[in-house]
């Protein structure tokens, strides 16, 4: 693991990364998805793709790399991209998981690698949309104290900074920034996602002119399992990187 600190908006932070197969010329970067870190992204792919030198980053508020200011995807998209200058890397590809997808998208990589990505508005629940009036009703009585009964554990347990980052994310509609992607693209899908729906992905290959398809048993985590196909269709698509 390597610390990079990198300069944004008078602010600075410090992005943990790490490299594999340091001596190949190709860099394949991954993105994490949210709430998770490099080294899910490193348990399926270090250990693939001997080819390429394999970068790894922990995003701003997650594993390694800390954060205490609410950020948007564009932030973090131009912070990766200020850290790809700095480090003097041009990714032939960048994969991303959820979250990390949309931050992928707007790097604007020659090849895209979409896993589950987020990005497709999914409809709220009955449940859900009245929770969430609820909690807006009851928000000026204590909202920080009051959102423990009405956010995720996983919500509940970050920052103030990071819940603020959560909610300025959650629901983006990406449908424009696939649209506007010019390059090829490669979506892997769990089919039995609940968090990114498989039809999600199908949404996104019909609107990215160059995309190709690849649905595969399994839940938002289904990389896990399918690293080696995975890895075996990006080398075959890469041939000409």
């Given at each position: ?8 908006r ?33 348990q ?8 390429y ?24 998209a131009?912070?990766?991209?200020l ?38 508005v ?14 807006k009703m009851?928000?000026?009585l ?23 980052t ?50 595969l048993?399994?839940?938002?985590f ?20």
């Amino acid at each position: 693991m390597a610390l990079r600190e990198i300069a944004y908006r008078d602010r600075h932070f410090s992005i943990s990364y790490s490299i594999y197969h340091h001596n190949k010329a190709d860099t394949l970067l991954f993105l994490h998805g949210w709430g998770s870190n490099k080294e899910i992204m490193a348990q399926a792919f270090a250990k693939q793709l001997p080819e390429y030198r394999l970068l790894f980053v922990d995003l701003p508020g997650f594993g390694q790399s800390p954060n205490d200011y609410p950020l948007t995807t564009e932030d973090y998209a131009k912070i990766m991209q200020l850290f790809l200058e700095q480090m003097r890397i041009r990714p032939c590809a960048i994969a991303g998981h959820s979250f990390g997808g949309k931050v992928a998208t707007l790097l604007q990589p020659p090849t895209l690698i979409l896993l589950s990505s987020a990005g497709i508005v999914v409809p709220k629940s009955l449940k859900v949309r009245l929770k969430i009036r609820l909690f807006k009703m009851l928000k000026p009585l204590g909202g920080s104290a009051l959102r423990k009964y009405f956010v995720s554990k996983d919500a509940n347990e970050m920052s103030e900074a990071m819940y603020q980052t959560f909610k300025n994310v959650v629901d983006e509609d990406f449908t424009p920034h696939f649209q506007s992607y010019q390059g090829r693209a490669l979506l892997f899908w769990g089919k039995h996602d609940q968090a990114t729906p498989l039809h999600s992905g199908e949404t996104i290959a019909s609107l990215i002119q160059d995309a190709k398809f690849y649905p595969l048993e399994g839940d938002h985590f289904f990389f896990l399992k399918h690293s080696p196909f995975i890895a075996q269709t990006i080398e075959q698509e890469l041939s000409s990187c």
